[in-house]
């Protein structure tokens, strides 16, 4: 009894520290050792000296975003994100989210968290989604408040880990939704190798209350600040006459080797997914009469 009682505990602390860290031997990168300019040249600036927190800007000229220098199969995307603080954010959308669509125009692969504005001083929506394969006629997105914190007075972390057979949304180290490759997903479950993005943009055909609030540049510009950004996986030559081998050398075990949450993170998610979610695409019946394959491990 006390063995047991001993290897639960142990079990707990394990499980505990993997939730806690996600990113901690991994060096924040600075802007120019990984990133480039994406677009919005102008609107990009950097808030330190190194060039680890990045500013970009949306005004009526302009959005603007940056993109990873290299590509990844498999990897921990993270950052320490602070949203616009307008007081009406309508139609503006902050991303971090990883894609191979200039790669792949017709089959891309993405994994998204999208922050979208609000109309009423306050809150900030936060949307997840997954394509894989070109499959952009199933979207996979789920949207949650972002209430629990003012995402617009300090910086808070948000994290993709991407491994072969499960994609896992972090915030602030709380596992907030899991992704199961399951064998009915086939190509929906992203399997190339994708580089991550951070933009602003002007989203007001469908962002704030389905596109019934646009944008109003009155109160441009709207600035979203990203640090600590952290790749921590596999990255990989996109060049085809190079056999297509990830180098996973410095890749932490829990991306190459991630079987699943421990009990006490899973709690953990859905006691947030109970309180926060309030649209998922996995109980949209007049879009999906048949729920797709992956919903059923979270009923
Ligand atoms: C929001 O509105 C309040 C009250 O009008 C004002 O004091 C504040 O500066 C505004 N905030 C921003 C970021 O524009
Ligand atoms: C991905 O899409 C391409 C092009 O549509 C197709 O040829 C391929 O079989 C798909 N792969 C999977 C795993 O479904
Ligand atoms: C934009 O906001 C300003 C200031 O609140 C307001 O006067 C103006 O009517 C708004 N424009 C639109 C198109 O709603």
């Not at 602030?172 to 602003?200: C, F, H, Q, S, W």
């Not at 979610?277 to 007049?286: E, I």
Request: glycine share 6%; hydrophobic share 35%; charged share 20%.
């Amino acid at each position: 009894m006390a063995v047991l009682g001993f290897i639960l505990f142990f079990m707990g602390l394990l499980s505990v520290s993997a939730s806690i860290q996600l990113t901690k031997n991994s060096t924040p990168l600075t802007f120019d050792e990984a990133f480039s300019r994406l677009y919005g040249d102008q609107n990009l600036m950097f808030l330190d000296e190194p060039g680890t927190c990045v500013q970009i800007s949306l005004n009526e000229h302009s959005g603007s975003g940056f993109k990873s220098q290299k590509p990844y199969l498999y990897s921990l995307f993270s950052a320490s994100i602070k949203l616009p603080a307008n007081n009406y954010t309508a139609g503006v959308v902050v991303t971090f989210y990883t894609s191979n669509n200039e790669a792949f125009r017709d089959s891309h692969d993405e994994i998204d968290f999208e922050f979208l504005g609000h109309a009423d001083g306050t809150n900030w929506v936060l949307q997840t989604n997954v394509y894989g394969n070109g499959s952009v006629s199933r979207g996979r997105e789920e949207r949650y408040e972002l209430n629990w914190f003012d995402p617009t007075e300090d910086f808070h972390r948000y994290s993709i880990l991407w491994t072969e057979n499960w994609i896992l949304f972090y915030v602030d180290d709380v596992a907030i939704r899991e992704v199961k490759r399951v064998d009915g997903m086939r190509g929906d479950y992203p399997a190339k190798p994708m580089n991550l993005y951070a933009t602003i943009w002007d989203g007001s055909g469908w962002a704030t209350k389905g596109g019934k609030y646009k944008i109003n540049y009155t109160y441009a510009p709207f600035s979203a600040q990203y640090s600590d950004l952290v790749i921590n996986g596999c990255s990989i030559s996109m060049d085809p006459t190079h056999q297509q081998q990830p180098d996973c050398l410095n890749a932490p075990r829990f991306v190459t080797n991630f079987n699943g949450l421990m009990p006490e993170e899973i709690q953990k998610m859905r006691d947030f997914r109970t309180k926060y979610m309030t649209y998922s695409y996995c109980h949209n019946p007049s879009r999906y009469p048949t729920p797709l394959p992956e919903c059923t491990i979270d009923p």
